[in-house]
């Protein structure tokens, strides 16, 4: 069964920092083109972090760029997404992405 699972959501003060993991399973793993979205309740769904095509470029959304670091472990097939200085408005469901494949997501409430 192939799937992505999030985890490391969870409860942080405004200044905080979570680091969030998605790990894969049932298929060879690979990067490329893995990333992370969030999204709160009435929205869309934004992009927020991913790897490009090749697997090794990062991509950032303005609203990451400098607070937000995605990285990956290959040997434990896992895609990290490190938040630090979080803000109020970084409260969201959190979903990992691979070609094809969607995460269940996990929660990230930021309280002020």
């Known amino acids: 069964q192939v799937q992505l699972v999030e985890s490391g959501g969870g409860l942080v003060q405004a200044g905080g920092s979570l680091r969030l993991s998605c790990t894969a399973s049932?298929?060879?793993?690979?990067?490329?083109?893995m990333g992370w979205y969030r999204q709160v309740a009435g929205k869309e769904r934004e992009f927020v972090a991913g790897?490009?095509?090749?697997?090794?470029?990062?991509v950032y959304a303005d609203s990451a760029k400098g607070r937000f670091t995605i990285s990956r472990d290959n040997a434990k097939s896992t895609v990290y997404l490190e938040m630090n200085s979080l803000k109020p408005e970084d409260t969201a469901m959190y979903y990992c992405?691979?070609?094809?494949?969607w995460g269940k997501g996990t929660l990230v409430t930021v309280s002020s």
């Open positions: 992405k691979s070609p094809g494949l």
């Open positions: 049932g298929r060879p793993f690979s990067s490329s083109n």
């Open positions: 790897f490009g095509l090749d697997g090794l470029n990062r």
